[in-house]
């Protein structure tokens, strides 16, 4: 009944967005969205690297 978007229903969402936003203001947008997946994966990185840093410690003792 509902699935993903097909290729239609995909530029119908692009279309509304650029009228939304405006052409302009989506590089920024998506400037920022990617920067705060990258800072995402850097804490998630970091705390698995602490994670696996405390297993080592526990498998030496």
Do not use: Y
Request: aromatic content about 8%; overall charge positive; hydrophobic content about 45%.
């Amino acid at each position: 009944m509902f699935g993903l978007p097909g290729g239609w229903e995909w530029i119908l969402i692009l279309i509304i967005i650029i009228l939304l936003f405006g052409a302009k203001k989506i590089p920024e947008l998506m400037r920022g969205l990617g920067s705060g997946v990258k800072e995402f994966k850097k804490a998630s990185n970091v705390e698995e690297d602490k994670e696996n840093n405390k297993l080592k410690e526990d498998n030496q003792k």
